[in-house]
Nanobody, 126 residues
Framework: QVQLTESGGGLVQAGDSLRLSCAGSGGTFSQHGIGWFRQVPGQEREFVAGISRGGTKTAYGDFVEGRFTVSREYSLDTVFLQMGSLKPEDTAVYYC???????????????????WGQGTQVTVSS
């Protein structure tokens, strides 16, 4: 079983950057694909970015438009989401999730992820 802990959220101004971290423990984190999702109260959880188990493939939500980069550091069992050019509409709780996958695959459907973190709040002021 994999435990996930997000960190790095906070209050920033429009145009700023922020780096979120998703630290894994308790299992074979390196054998899992990782996804980032976000959720605003009253709305469904939305796919933000994902990275394959081997780190060779990434995917992003359409709204990202080149502003975010997902990466993973195997020595730290951590996946990062570097966010730039933040907009007020990026305000949400950001979650990371893990799924046991074959190499080279990225999942965009939240229902296919087995493990979830508790989330970290990102607030972007105008």
């Amino acid at each position: 079983q994999v435990q996930l802990t997000e960190s790095g959220g906070g209050l920033v101004q429009a145009g700023d950057s922020l780096r979120l971290s998703c630290a894994g423990s308790g299992g074979t984190f390196s054998q899992h694909g990782i996804g980032w999702f976000r959720q605003v109260p009253g709305q469904e959880r939305e796919f933000v970015a994902g990275i394959s188990r081997g780190g060779t493939k990434t995917a992003y939500g359409d709204f990202v438009e080149g502003r975010f980069t997902v990466s993973r550091e195997y020595s730290l069992d951590t996946v990062f989401l570097q966010m730039g050019s933040l907009k007020p509409e990026d305000t949400a709780v950001y979650y990371c999730a893990a799924a046991a996958l074959l190499p080279g695959k990225v999942l965009v459907n939240m229902k296919e992820y087995q493990y979830w973190g508790q989330g970290t709040q990102v607030t972007v002021s105008s």
